[in-house]
């Protein structure tokens, strides 16, 4: 375990940090201490003599395994490139792992979702993930129903991370600073702003920058950009937001 956590450090700290290199260079060591320890786990390997970790072969990082935990390491440094505007990382880590393993490295998936053309309708999460994180890298001022819509996907989508730890914090804090702006600077692209606005106050008063304070100021602020959800959405933003 203690070599989990060393070899995930270099990424959390380039997720962090928007660092392209950092990323690019530690993504294979991540790859094969995760595979190694599913492998494991499964019951098809047997820990190594010396407890070394095996590299991966070529055929290794076609499996199914290999490609689910890169596109989760692609997702998360795009979700935090995207609320740095940061393209050019983004682009970086996409030329390097190209440069390290081929066209189809681990992770390409992640980032075919990242160049769908903008008048394309998603169908996943993914999908969402990949054409609102487009939309902020390229174009970095948004309107406040997009900077909603951003903030309900990359919640759901960080929740399901191996990186959930890493981007909570950033991903709160992202939505404080949005949501602060707009109420201070764009209040008149909202719906009835004088009922509307309060509620988006009242919800940035929280100083705690967690998961909690995320749902709540996106149940908020649902009314000031006229958006619907489903009951069991709905259901599962206030589970979140509601503090024990």
Do not use: C
Not at 103 to 128: I, R, V
Not at 201 to 219: C, G, M, Q, V, W
Request: charged content about 25%; overall charge negative; aromatic content about 8%.
């Amino acid at each position: 375990m203690n070599e989990v956590l060393r070899r995930k450090a270099p990424m959390n700290l380039s997720i962090i940090e928007v660092d392209p290199s950092l990323f690019s260079s530690s993504l294979t060591g991540w790859l094969e201490i995760t595979s190694y320890v599913m492998a494991q786990r499964a019951g098809k390997v047997q820990p190594t003599a010396d407890g070394s970790v095996p590299p991966l072969s070529k055929s290794d990082l076609n499996t199914t395994n290999v490609k689910t935990i890169a596109d989760d390491s692609i997702f998360a440094f795009g979700i935090a490139a995207a609320m740095h505007g940061d393209k050019a990382a983004f682009d970086k880590v996409e030329r390097d792992l190209t440069a390290q393993y081929g066209e189809n490295f681990p992770g390409s998936f992640a980032f075919w979702h990242f160049k769908q053309e903008p008048d394309a309708k998603p169908e996943t999460l993914d999908d969402y993930i990949g054409m609102i994180g487009r939309t902020l890298m390229e174009d970095g001022q948004v309107e406040p129903k997009d900077i909603w819509n951003a903030g309900v996907r990359f919640l759901e989508k960080v929740r399901k991370s191996n990186f959930k730890v890493e981007l909570t914090e950033p991903l709160a804090a992202w939505n404080r600073a949005q949501w602060t702006s707009i109420i201070t600077q764009l209040k008149s692209q909202l719906v009835k702003p004088e009922e509307t606005v309060p509620p988006i106050k009242e919800a940035l008063a929280e100083t705690r920058n967690d998961e909690s304070f995320i749902a709540a100021l996106l149940l908020a602020s649902m009314a000031a950009v006229d958006q619907e959800l489903t009951e069991d959405y709905m259901g599962f933003l206030k589970s979140i937001a509601r503090r024990v």
